[in-house]
């Protein structure tokens, strides 16, 4: 199983190692930070997917800049800040800017594994989100790999390629309009539906090979 990424940053060694020690390394791949700098260094190479911080950072630095940072340029990647008890607030304000969810100083293993659990799940979903987003996008919005959509992908990618008028016939409600959402930059351009009746008078066409009949 792959294990998921975590960056801990404290400026205390002896803090990274104590959280270190409550994580399952079956599940995690841990680096730890004990400076701003050296945190967001180590981030930029690796982009781990969760980062657990201190909020409180010596020399007048804070765990909201490493925040800032990661959400700019990886939104996806969930931050957790570590925070004393009287700094609530600030953790909470640290969520309106982008962090997943806080710990208040001290805590235990069961409250951290809950917190990592639900930054990957929601990990998780985001990823699920995504590739769903791309699955659609490449099908053009039709989805389904049944022989009978295989063959309309078909169809549409052809027919999209002509600068013929394309004729598209059915029973009312068989799906004809699937066409135009199957090649959307193409076939909805001047995309009508006729009654029988009026298709009467571009027979001529049809036979003529004006008009490509799907």
Known sequence: M??????VVDDLKTACEGVRQLIDEKLFEVDSAYTL???IAI???????????????PAGQEGLDL????????????????TASGEVSSA???????????????????ELAFRLDSAMKNMDLV??????????????FLIGNAPVMQALKKTISLVARSDSRILITGRPW??????????PESIVQGFQTFCPGQL????????RGRIVRV
């Open 127 to 140: 990823n699920a989100n995504r590739y769903l987003t791309q699955e659609i996008s490449d099908e053009h």
């Open 92 to 110: 909470v304000h640290a969520m309106r800017l982008g962090a997943f969810d806080y710990l208040t100083k001290p805590f235990g293993a069961e």
């Open 67 to 82: 925040l800032t940072h990661v959400k700019t340029h990886s939104p996806e990647t969930n931050v957790i800040i570590m």
């Open 174 to 183: 068989n799906g004809k309009g699937a066409y135009r959402l199957g090649h």
């Open 43 to 57: 981030w930029n190479e690796k982009k781990h997917e969760i980062v657990l911080t201190d909020l409180r950072m």
């Open 37 to 39: 700098e050296s945190a």
């Open 200 to 207: 009467r008078g571009n027979r001529r066409n049809i036979n």
């Open 2 to 7: 792959k294990k998921h990424t975590l960056l």
